[in-house]
């Protein structure tokens, strides 16, 4: 906790993507390090619309468990639309999304190995 999942199309990342949104969850304050889960998935030319039409798009779900408040989940989402923004600048144009997901603290589990 947290998963910050990252689907995109139509965009490239740029290797800087993973440890900038990882310094963005960790800028919050809200979460350690050693917890912080970021993936990128992406989606190729064929595999999605966006309003109809190929466009280029990035969706974030952030996974976390349940307690934040309303307002620290709206800064966060901002956050990390600002550093998606700026990792995508070459794209003319891109429609971003994120989406701030609660998981239940007394059904979710974590085990190491």
Same mark, same amino acid.
């Given at each position: 906790?947290?998963?910050?999942?990252? @689907?995109? /199309? /139509? +965009?490239?990342?740029?290797?800087?993507?993973?440890?900038? *949104?990882?310094?963005?969850?960790?800028?919050?304050? *809200? &979460?350690?390090?050693?917890?912080?889960?970021?993936?990128?998935?992406?989606?190729?030319?064929?595999?999605?619309?966006? /309003?109809?039409?190929?466009?280029? &798009?990035?969706?974030?779900?952030?996974?976390?468990? @349940? /307690?934040? =408040? @309303? =307002?620290?989940?709206? @800064?966060?989402?901002?956050?990390?639309?600002?550093?998606?923004?700026?990792?995508?600048?070459?794209?003319? =144009?891109?429609?971003? =999304? +994120?989406?701030?997901?609660?998981? +239940?603290?007394?059904?979710?589990?974590?085990?190491?190995?």
């Amino acid at each position: 906790m947290p998963h910050l999942t990252v @689907e995109y /199309g /139509g +965009v490239e990342m740029p290797q800087e993507a993973l440890p900038e *949104l990882h310094q963005t969850l960790l800028n919050s304050g *809200l &979460f350690e390090e050693y917890d912080l889960k970021i993936r990128l998935c992406r989606y190729e030319q064929a595999d999605y619309l966006v /309003g109809g039409s190929k466009q280029a &798009f990035a969706h974030l779900t952030l996974r976390l468990l @349940e /307690g934040r =408040s @309303e =307002s620290a989940q709206a @800064e966060l989402s901002r956050a990390l639309a600002e550093t998606v923004q700026k990792l995508t600048a070459q794209a003319p =144009s891109i429609q971003i =999304s +994120v989406d701030l997901c609660d998981m +239940v603290r007394a059904t979710y589990t974590k085990t190491h190995r």
